[in-house]
């Protein structure tokens, strides 16, 4: 498909791991990112990995990547209720000039107490 | 870290006029900007890319002259949605890449966006 896809809603108990996944579309993208945005705030980039990796480990954050499947997955360790928010993956997709970003939808994680 | 601002956060505006965004860079120079929408509940969506000194490319179905983009020096973009319209109520994100991040692994640096309410 054309869109970088993404499970619309997730809900976790506080201290339990999260798992959000995401489907991307170019497998000639050299790098792909999570991003973070808080209620009416822009967005932070919280890790990124590059297309040979298959795993990066980033204190309670881990990225997992299937090439072979396009399948991008972010957990969160230990998820707390800060961690409540709307977690984007992006790709670089080859070829579109500036190396402009495409996003997915966006996965609202609701942390609950 | 590389800082963007937004000026204004919010604004409020009648159908009919004109409104101006502004991002800027504020501890480095930024080569490109990135102009995003974002509709409530949905994701970011890209307007237009603007390099320093050049005319911005527009994605397709995004109106140039309806959001006049300007990018006159290294660390100012600016956004004009001209003539608002209800429907173009949404939330207004740029983001801003530099020379350093060109080389690295191609971070974009975002505004904390602007929402834009039309009357």
């Known amino acids: 498909g054309e869109d970088v896809e993404q499970s619309l809603f997730l809900s976790v108990r506080e201290g339990d791991s999260s798992v959000i996944n995401c489907t991307y579309t170019?497998?000639?993208?050299?790098?792909l990112y999570w991003y973070k945005q808080e209620p009416g705030a822009g967005l932070q980039l919280l890790t990124y990995i590059f297309s040979n990796m298959d795993m990066k480990q980033d204190q309670r954050l881990t990225v997992l990547l299937n090439k072979k499947d396009k399948h991008l997955s972010l957990r969160i360790a230990d998820t707390q209720t800060g961690d409540s928010a709307i977690y984007f993956c992006a790709e670089i997709k080859v070829g579109t000039g500036a190396n402009n970003l495409f996003f997915g939808t966006g996965t609202r994680l609701t942390v609950i107490p | 870290g590389a800082v963007v601002s937004q000026h204004p956060s919010w604004v409020i505006c009648k159908s009919g006029t004109s409104v101006k965004i502004e991002c800027r860079s504020l501890d480095f120079q930024a080569t490109t900007m990135f102009w995003y929408r974002q509709f409530p509940k949905q994701s970011l969506m890209l307007m237009a890319t603007s390099n320093e000194g050049s005319k911005a490319t527009y994605e397709q179905g995004v109106e140039k002259d309806k959001f006049l983009i300007n990018h006159a020096s290294l660390t100012l973009s600016t956004l004009t949605v001209t003539s608002a319209h209800p429907e173009d109520s949404s939330f207004y994100i740029c983001s801003a890449r530099g020379l350093a991040q060109k080389s690295s692994y191609n971070e974009q640096f975002f505004g904390p966006g602007t929402r834009l309410t039309v009357l």
């Open positions: 170019d497998s000639s993208s050299t790098y």
